[in-house]
């Protein structure tokens, strides 16, 4: 009988101090079943034991970009969850309404997929020139292909109907263009963002913005690191800025969540109305 | 219907229960038969719609003793409580007795994926694991029993003739020991003489 690979808490433990000590990342605050299953996958990929998987990182046969490419959960789609954007959409004047300019920040942007959504709906409501987006993540070859905007053909047809469900404005697949098996999002709109490498766990207050978005990237941390991270961006906000998290997160147990008034229960958009 | 004695006095803290074609009537007349008070915590894994984010869980609550509900990352898992994955996330247990979510690739073509909650919460509970898997047209399920299974839980599949489509059971029972195959009446029998059910909250 072939029994399942598993890995005790502290075979976990040790493969996080290796990673702190080699790369300078601490992925000790991660939620431990989803990092676990991340290093369990590289292990079948590669066919390598843990002692393995040590040795190649202490032996640097395994990159730090890798390993941050392939712990990380990239997964996106664009206008993942319609009703959202479709409120966003309606919401968006408003909180232009007593600014020149809004600054936007997309923390964990993966592939991009939520950044071109947020280019279009912006392009489409005519406000892209008062706005300046910041998009970033941890993993570096995901920024890359963020900032090439290229999407697999076949992940088109689930974003044309998100982008339709959102109440869209346009003939979608004029935002594209065809290139073979991909395709490729408009680079006019996506001139208007700037990609930048940032890890959420050692960041530091480094702007302050008018809306941050921060959807899907919570729920890989615990608690401690998820209250942490919520103080980093109730710190990068202006006063009545908008936090915007991803459908099934919660802060409301977090230490800042005083400091936020519920604009959207149901797609958590957050108001900062307390310093 | 005659279960071992051991299995209903053990000590156990959770029951996992999975299911996708079919399964959501199963479920009902499960959840609609076991009293209120029932105290352990039942985590649902069920094959779903994407774009459906709710109406499933209010259906389950209309028709059930108890409020169904779809935790939120790192909420809780108390007593007594019903939870059911939400959609296009996999539902983890998380040690802590804690959820945690993810939106990692989809597992057997399915997302939420029976096999990571009932793998996940095997981690966390052990022998101390109740897993129920029901009717289902793929074979998402199968391995988490296994892992149920080999970490000492106790492991009830649906009756394979019994069910609207009985692949899902049949994979369990190919590739995982299970304990007792069960008509749904018999499952309801188990659950209502558990000891661990009977216990005042
Ligand atoms: C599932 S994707 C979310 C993408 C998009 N926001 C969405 O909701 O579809 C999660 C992203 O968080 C990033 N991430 C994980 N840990 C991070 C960290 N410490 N700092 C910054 N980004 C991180 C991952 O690299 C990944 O691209």
Redesign the pocket.
């Known amino acids: 009988m072939i029994t399942v690979l598993d890995l005790s808490i502290a075979e976990l433990r040790k493969i996080t101090e290796v990673v702190k000590e080699k790369y300078s990342y601490d992925f000790s605050n991660y939620a431990a079943s989803s990092f676990k299953r991340r290093i369990l996958r590289i292990m079948e990929l590669k066919r390598i034991s843990l002692e393995q998987l040590i040795e190649q990182i202490l032996k640097n046969q395994f990159t730090r970009d890798t390993f941050l490419h392939e712990i990380?959960?990239?997964?996106?789609?664009m206008y993942?969850d319609p009703s959202f954007w479709k409120t966003l959409r309606m919401q968006i004047p408003e909180m232009l309404s007593n600014r020149d300019k809004l600054r936007i920040w997309?923390?964990?942007?993966?592939s991009g997929?939520?950044v071109y959504s947020m280019l279009i709906l912006l392009k489409e409501l005519n406000v892209l020139d008062r706005v300046e987006i910041i998009a970033?993540?941890?993993?570096t070859s995901?920024l890359q292909k963020a900032k090439e905007g290229k999407i697999s053909n076949k992940n088109m047809e689930l974003n044309i109907s998100n982008y339709q469900r959102s109440n869209g404005l346009n003939d979608f697949n004029n935002y594209f263009t065809i290139e073979k098996d991909n395709s490729v999002f408009s680079k006019t709109l996506l001139s208007s963002v700037s990609f930048r490498e940032?890890?959420?766990?050692k960041a530091i207050p480094f702007t302050k913005c008018d809306i941050i978005l921060c959807?899907?990237?919570l729920i890989?941390f615990n608690q401690i690191l998820q209250n942490n991270v919520l103080k980093l961006f109730s710190d990068c906000m202006f006063m009545g800025g908008y936090l915007v998290i991803?459908a099934k997160e919660s802060i409301a147990w977090c230490d800042v969540a005083s400091k936020f008034t519920t604009i959207n229960l149901e797609e958590k958009i957050y108001k900062k109305t307390k310093d | 219907m005659i279960f071992k004695e051991a299995d209903l006095k053990r000590n156990y803290k959770a029951i996992v229960l999975g299911g996708s074609a079919g399964s959501f009537q199963v479920m009902i007349k499960i959840l609609s038969k076991i009293p209120k008070e029932f105290p352990l915590p039942i985590i649902i894994c069920s094959h779903r719609l994407k774009h459906i984010r709710s109406g499933f869980v209010e259906a389950l609550c209309l028709k059930s003793n108890k409020t169904v509900e779809e935790p939120l990352d790192k909420d809780a898992i108390k007593r007594g409580k019903v939870y059911l994955a939400p959609s296009n996330y996999h539902l983890n247990v998380e040690i802590g007795n804690t959820f945690s979510l993810s939106?990692e690739e989809m597992v057997n073509n399915s997302r939420p994926a029976i096999d990571l909650t009932f793998e996940t919460a095997a981690y966390v509970y052990k022998e101390k694991l109740i897993g129920i898997l029901l009717t289902g047209a793929n074979k998402d399920g199968a391995k988490g029993m296994k892992r149920v299974a080999e970490l000492g839980g106790l492991t009830l599949v649906q009756e394979p003739t019994e069910c609207v489509i009985d692949t899902m059971p049949k994979a369990a029972l190919a590739i995982a020991k299970i304990d007792y195959t069960l008509k749904t009446d018999d499952i309801i029998s188990f659950l209502m003489q558990l000891q661990a059910g009977k216990e005042v909250v």
């Open positions: 990380t959960v990239n997964v996106t789609e993942r997309h923390a964990g942007c993966s997929e939520e970033s993540d941890i993993d995901i940032i890890d959420l766990v959807r899907n990237v890989y991803g | 939106t």
